[in-house]
């Protein structure tokens, strides 16, 4: 795996110089990257294409995902099963498919991510509830801003992007596409700065955010690590990470739940943010991992289909649980 950088915006919260961002290297134009550079450049017509077009494309393609990868929609169904116990094999089935058409419309719309401007991104978003991060932001503290992993993402981070934001990314096996999608979550005229997971300078996060910050943390991945407790989540155990509580003891910063959707009526991709915390750490490590997998079933169950049920959520299980997924 190669060495890979943060990005960040010219203007950002840690006043990192720009120099110091990933940049385009002419590494990226050899023969390797030739495949990856027939899918870039279709991206650009693609993403002059009509909503409607594109949207139908992408459920099409996701149609072909779910018929052709097992694999992935073995794992799809898997996870919904642990989930929703009492739901018929149907109704699972019918959430699947739904998912995977989400997922193909997210593929697609990457391509506006990638050649869209900031300003025409935003214009595609709506944050609901805005006045609450407004509301702790003018409070002179620190905000983490907690998520999941949605379909639509990226456009999350784009609705917030000119709030001054620090995030963290892991890093694509591509470095062609680590770069067009690093890029594309901080773009020149944002207030962003965006760590790769395996060089987070944890204390230096935690000191910004003592200050009118936010950290834009995706924090439902079950990780090998030992910041994790078991804690329930819908019908089933899962493995949560504990670093929250932990950033919070130590800046005493907000965390205030929230998700992006995609909504077909408006054409909008729309960050909805939940209220903040409360009483939140508390004395107890389980107690605090159990609140935060119900914000997480509440942002999941405000559109089921759009949360990303292709990752291995119970790759790590308690003693005595078997392992759930297929080789």
Same mark, same amino acid.
């Not at 550079?37 to 459920?59: A, C, N, Q």
């Not at 962003?192 to 924090?219: H, M, T």
């Not at 729309?270 to 159990?290: A, H, M, Q, V």
């Given at each position: 795996? =190669?060495? *890979?950088?943060?990005?960040?915006?010219?203007?950002?919260?840690?006043?990192?110089?720009?120099?110091?961002?990933?940049?385009? !290297?002419?590494?990226?134009?050899?023969?390797? /990257?030739?495949?990856?550079?027939?899918?870039?450049?279709?991206?650009?017509?693609?993403?002059?294409?009509?909503?409607?077009?594109? #949207?139908?494309?992408?459920?099409?393609?996701?149609?072909?995902? =779910?018929?052709?990868?097992?694999?992935?929609?073995?794992?799809?169904? %898997?996870?919904?099963?642990?989930?929703?116990?009492?739901?018929?094999? %149907?109704?699972?089935?019918?959430?699947?498919?739904? /998912?995977?058409?989400?997922?193909?419309? *997210?593929?697609?719309?990457? *391509?506006?991510?990638?050649?869209?401007?900031?300003?025409?991104?935003?214009?595609?978003?709506?944050?609901?509830?805005? #006045?609450?991060?407004?509301?702790?932001?003018?409070?002179?503290?620190?905000?983490?801003?907690? !998520?999941?992993?949605? %379909?639509?993402?990226?456009?999350?981070?784009?609705?917030?992007?000119? =709030?001054?934001?620090?995030?963290? /990314?892991?890093?694509?096996?591509?470095?062609?596409?680590?770069?067009?999608?690093?890029?594309?979550?901080?773009?020149?005229?944002?207030?962003?700065?965006?760590?790769?997971?395996?060089?987070?300078?944890?204390?230096?996060?935690?000191?910004?955010?003592?200050?009118?910050?936010?950290?834009?943390?995706?924090?439902?991945?079950?990780? #090998?690590?030992?910041? !994790?407790?078991?804690?329930?989540?819908?019908?089933?155990?899962?493995? !949560?990470?504990?670093?929250?509580?932990?950033?919070?003891?130590?800046?005493?910063?907000?965390?205030?739940?929230?998700?992006?959707?995609?909504?077909?009526?408006?054409?909008?991709?729309?960050?909805?943010?939940?209220?903040?915390?409360?009483?939140?750490?508390?004395?107890?490590?389980?107690?605090? %991992?159990?609140?935060?997998?119900?914000?997480?079933?509440?942002?999941?169950?405000?559109?089921?289909?759009?949360?990303?049920? *292709?990752?291995?959520?119970?790759?790590?299980?308690?003693?005595?649980?078997?392992?759930?997924?297929?080789?």
């Amino acid at each position: 795996m =190669y060495n *890979s950088k943060l990005f960040c915006s010219k203007r950002n919260p840690l006043d990192i110089p720009f120099k110091d961002s990933e940049k385009f !290297t002419l590494k990226l134009i050899f023969p390797k /990257y030739w495949l990856t550079w027939i899918v870039v450049l279709f991206s650009f017509p693609l993403s002059l294409f009509p909503r409607k077009m594109r #949207d139908l494309l992408g459920k099409s393609l996701g149609l072909v995902i =779910y018929f052709l990868n097992s694999k992935r929609r073995n794992i799809v169904f %898997t996870n919904l099963s642990l989930c929703f116990k009492e739901k018929s094999e %149907t109704e699972l089935e019918a959430i699947s498919k739904d /998912y995977f058409q989400n997922l193909g419309k *997210s593929f697609l719309d990457m *391509s506006i991510l990638w050649w869209k401007s900031s300003q025409s991104l935003r214009g595609m978003t709506k944050i609901e509830n805005k #006045d609450i991060l407004e509301k702790a932001l003018k409070s002179n503290r620190g905000v983490i801003l907690l !998520t999941l992993h949605s %379909t639509s993402l990226d456009f999350g981070g784009r609705s917030i992007s000119n =709030y001054p934001v620090i995030s963290m /990314y892991k890093p694509f096996r591509n470095e062609l596409i680590n770069w067009l999608v690093g890029k594309s979550r901080c773009k020149h005229d944002d207030n962003a700065v965006i760590f790769p997971r395996e060089n987070f300078p944890f204390k230096k996060v935690v000191s910004q955010l003592k200050k009118p910050n936010i950290f834009y943390y995706i924090g439902d991945e079950d990780l #090998d690590s030992k910041e !994790t407790c078991f804690a329930d989540f819908f019908d089933d155990r899962k493995s !949560t990470l504990t670093s929250v509580r932990k950033i919070v003891q130590l800046s005493n910063c907000l965390v205030i739940p929230c998700v992006n959707n995609y909504c077909s009526k408006s054409n909008t991709y729309i960050t909805y943010l939940g209220c903040p915390l409360e009483n939140f750490p508390t004395e107890s490590e389980d107690s605090d %991992t159990r609140l935060i997998n119900k914000c997480f079933e509440e942002l999941i169950l405000r559109n089921p289909s759009q949360y990303m049920w *292709s990752l291995r959520i119970f790759q790590n299980r308690e003693s005595g649980s078997e392992y759930p997924y297929k080789d």
